[in-house]
């Protein structure tokens, strides 16, 4: 993961559920519904920018609207004219990676042409929140999978939940924690989800379909729970330099950056609904702050949009 924040775009809504209503009470009844969302569970997978995953998609702004919005340039400011051949980072240093030609033209393209499929190329007072590490019980038992990244457990270089402090035991956790909270019902009302380097989808090193794979056994078993009434979110955490067509807006030192995907599953997400409203990560803390009439924690999340136009309270869960 890095820093910088990334540009968001809902990228497909699954739901159950029927009816609605009219336009004209609909504001008003957003803020209210939110009081049906007890749970917001946050998956964060890794690396890849939206067009690269739904570039395809019906209904988004994807590959086929690419055209010349957003010319490649050199560090020099000259448009490239063919791509650079892509780096072998298995050799050290790294070497043009002869399986891919050196005059790609400037134009999205399928690696699996050139590359074979199976080969890699602070606390909130009132409110419970966890964050779920895949493999955090194994790294802090001295055994760390060897995929296992440290900084994907983000509060662990945090002094209040240092080793030997209760918030340590109560807001740290294994994956394995979240599935039994599932079991029992007895969930946080905020879960920030990691999965492991092997299941996070990161280029070079994971795999994609066993990634997905994955995130959906996490999203069955949250359908499966008591808790169910609640919003899955799940998200990429950057774009990892891959290709996108739709230039990022205009920010600050952090960017936006390119796209990145969102998909919305809840009871309450509307059913087949691509949202182009523009959404950055803070988003899903804006949606987080609305529910529970939080203080913005900076400048950044009280400007974000808050994710509320993906959802329709009126539905009837099912």
């Known amino acids: 993961m890095t820093t910088s924040v990334q540009s968001l775009l809902v990228a497909l809504l699954v ?58 340039v050199k560090q020099d400011g000259r448009p490239y004219t063919t791509l ?39 606390d909130i007072e009132g409110i419970s929140w966890a964050w779920y590490s895949e493999g955090w019980n194994d790294a ?28 340590r035991v109560e807001h740290l956790k294994d994956i394995e924690d979240l599935f039994a909270a599932l079991r029992t019902g007895n969930v946080p009302a905020v879960a920030f989800v990691k999965p492991i380097g092997a299941h996070n989808e990161h280029p070079g090193y994971a795999d994609l ?34 290709w996108d067509h739709v230039p990022p807006p205009r920010g600050d030192r952090w960017s936006p950056g390119v796209r990145v995907p969102a998909i919305i599953i809840s009871p309450y997400a509307k059913r087949g609904f691509v949202d182009h409203t ?23 999340d009280a400007a974000a949009n808050n994710l509320l136009n993906a959802f329709d309270f009126s539905l009837t869960p099912r």
């Open 15 to 72: 739901v159950t559920g029927c009816t609605s209503m009219s336009a004209d009470s609909r504001g008003a009844a957003q803020l209210a519904g939110l009081e049906k969302l007890h749970h917001v569970i946050v998956i964060y997978q890794e690396n890849w920018s939206f067009d690269s995953l739904y570039g395809k998609f019906p209904g988004a702004d994807g590959l086929a609207n690419a055209g010349e919005r957003i010319r490649q």
């Open 278 to 300: 523009p959404y950055e990560t803070v988003s899903i803390l804006k949606l987080i702050e609305t529910r529970w009439n939080l203080a913005p924690l900076g400048s950044r």
């Open 209 to 242: 379909l066993r990634g997905q794979q994955y995130v959906a056994t996490l999203v069955k078993a949250v359908q499966d729970s008591a808790v169910w009434k609640n919003s899955v979110i799940i998200t990429y955490d950057e774009g990892a330099g891959r």
């Open 84 to 122: 650079p051949q892509p780096l072998d980072t298995s050799k050290q240093p790294p070497v043009p990676d002869p399986r891919f030609p050196a005059n790609l033209p400037v134009a999205p393209y399928d690696a699996a042409r050139y590359v074979p499929a199976d080969q890699k190329t602070g």
């Open 140 to 167: 802090v038992a001295g055994r760390p999978d060897a995929l296992f990244q440290f900084h994907h457990q983000p509060f662990n270089y945090f002094a209040p939940y240092a080793e030997g402090t209760a918030t």
